[in-house]
């Protein structure tokens, strides 16, 4: 069983709404979370990195909140833009260990239509 | 800015073939990885180097192996390719974690499909 689930799998949003996404996990210990943002046919690049002790970082449009009691996480996309259509993948790394190894969910994909 | 460059994007292979995928980072990174991305399962680990010449297995390393013989440059190699070695790959780099969370900065991935 995948230890970081994300929802919904997938949605579909009009330019310029709102949207928010959820991550929750398993994984313990729990070292940082982050949010990637794939586009199709790309590599995954990161959004945001949060540590235990952060319940919030923005990076431009996009909000990522973290609750390490519940273990869950959510994105938040404000003012969507045709650009934001893409996987966004929440990661979670599982140890301290020099390489940092991470867990993935499987994505939630955006489509974001004019 | 960091970057991760795969040898190539498409690659098509027949059954039974040795495979091998290139990935070179600029950064003077000491991690280096290589993943497989399939529909539905998000990413999962084939293998990492932690320094030139090492290697760890990750979660699926079968029916793969690597090379790691300078610090830039991380190879993937497939034996003898499946129909079932179908999928993304992508090599990603990071630092050492060295107390703070690090990153790992992927490649643009190479497509495999194995007739």
């Known amino acids: 069983k995948n230890q970081v689930e994300q929802s919904p799998q997938s949605l579909i949003i009009l330019e310029g709404k709102n949207c928010t996404l959820q991550c929750n996990y398993t994984v313990s210990p729990f070292s940082n979370l982050r949010w990637y943002k794939q586009d199709t046919g790309r590599g995954p690049v990161s959004l945001t990195i949060m540590t235990f002790s952060e319940n919030t970082k923005s990076n431009g449009r996009y909000t990522a909140t973290l609750d390490a009691d519940t273990k869950q996480s959510s994105l938040h996309i404000t003012a969507s833009q045709l650009s934001d259509s893409a996987s966004y993948i929440c990661?979670?790394?599982?140890?301290?260990?020099?390489?940092?190894?991470?867990?993935f969910g499987a994505g939630t994909q955006v489509v974001v239509t004019p | 800015d960091v970057k991760v460059t795969q040898s190539s994007r498409y690659l098509v292979k027949r059954t039974g073939e040795k495979v091998f995928l290139e990935c070179v980072q600029d950064?003077?990174?000491?991690?280096m990885f290589w993943y497989r991305q399939d529909p539905g399962l998000g990413l999962r680990l084939i293998y990492f180097?932690?320094?030139?010449?090492?290697?760890e297995k990750g979660d699926i390393p079968e029916g793969y192996s690597v090379s790691r013989e300078k610090k830039e440059r991380f190879s993937l190699i497939l034996e003898s390719a499946s129909t079932n070695q179908t999928s993304m790959y992508l090599c990603?780099?990071?630092?050492?974690?060295?107390?703070?969370?690090?990153?790992?900065?992927f490649g643009p991935g190479t497509r495999l499909t194995v007739l």
């Open positions: 180097s932690y320094d030139v010449k090492m290697k």
């Open positions: 950064m003077d990174h000491e991690n």
């Open positions: 990661v979670v790394s599982t140890t301290t260990d020099s390489w940092g190894k991470l867990q």
């Open positions: 990603a780099s990071s630092l050492p974690l060295a107390g703070g969370p690090n990153e790992q900065f």
